[in-house]
């Protein structure tokens, strides 16, 4: 699986859009970009994932960019309940493990 | 979607015993899976629980330290045996969705060695 490489940590103000990053410039083409994200003491929590166009739902974005190299999750208000651990993925088609990465810590200020 | 529970929630223990986590899950699964996350860090696959078949085990990790159980599609054991203080971790069970789109996970078990 490729490797991902994110932030270590970030700030978003209240009610602000959170942008996180995560490149993946070794990404293959049968490869989807997933988002997971672990509040404190909680199991982690599926966001959303993508293969190569934008992806929305009720969580979230998640923008891709041409060359599928880099991706960025977007959380459109953030809220003191987004602060977690935010894991960006690579997972190849019909593999049935995910390998996290140390992710990006985002922490949400009043 | 797919409800898992996971017993205990947390424990502490002596070193040099076993404690056997239980994972539960409201629907029939093909393959279950057991995570650790050691304090501070990221989640580490284990290894891989079908049922019908013996388990299999991700580099770094053994039958012996962590035995696997899975009776049936919706339920699954993990054994942290002759435990050591290393072993202080979250244990997670996690399983995928039928389209294999989603893996929902555990709440986990927080185990405490001394």
């Known amino acids: 699986d490729a490797k991902t490489t994110q932030p270590p940590s970030m700030d978003c103000a209240e009610g602000r859009a959170a942008n996180l990053p995560c490149n993946h410039s070794?990404?293959?083409?049968?490869?989807?970009v997933y988002w997971y994200r672990q509040i404190h003491s909680q199991g982690p929590q599926y966001i959303i994932h993508?293969?190569?166009n934008n992806e929305t739902n009720e969580m979230a974005s998640l923008i891709i960019t041409e060359d599928r190299k880099s991706s960025t999750l977007i959380l459109p208000h953030a809220t003191l309940r987004d602060t977690a651990v935010y894991y960006c993925?690579?997972?190849?088609?019909?593999?049935?493990?995910?390998?996290f990465g140390t992710g990006t810590r985002l922490t949400v200020i009043p | 979607s797919a409800v898992i529970s996971q017993k205990p929630s947390r424990d502490i223990c002596q070193r040099g015993t076993s404690l056997t986590i239980q994972c539960q899950v409201d629907?029939?699964?093909?393959?279950m899976f057991w995570y650790r996350q050691q304090p501070g860090q990221s989640l580490t696959l284990i290894a891989t629980?079908?049922?019908?078949?013996?388990?299999?085990?991700e580099s770094g990790f053994v039958i012996d330290k962590f035995p696997i159980s899975r009776p049936n599609l919706t339920f699954s054991t993990l054994t942290v045996s002759n435990m050591s203080p290393e072993d202080s971790s979250i244990y997670l069970c996690?399983?995928?969705?039928?389209?294999?789109?989603?893996?929902?996970f555990g709440q986990g078990t927080r185990l405490t060695v001394v």
């Open positions: 996690s399983v995928w969705t039928g389209g294999y789109t989603e893996a929902f």
């Open positions: 070794t990404i293959s083409g049968n490869e989807y």
């Open positions: 993508g293969l190569k």
């Open positions: 993925i690579v997972r190849v088609a019909g593999a049935n493990n995910l390998f």
């Open positions: 629907s029939q699964v093909t393959m």
């Open positions: 629980a079908n049922q019908g078949s013996e388990a299999t085990y």
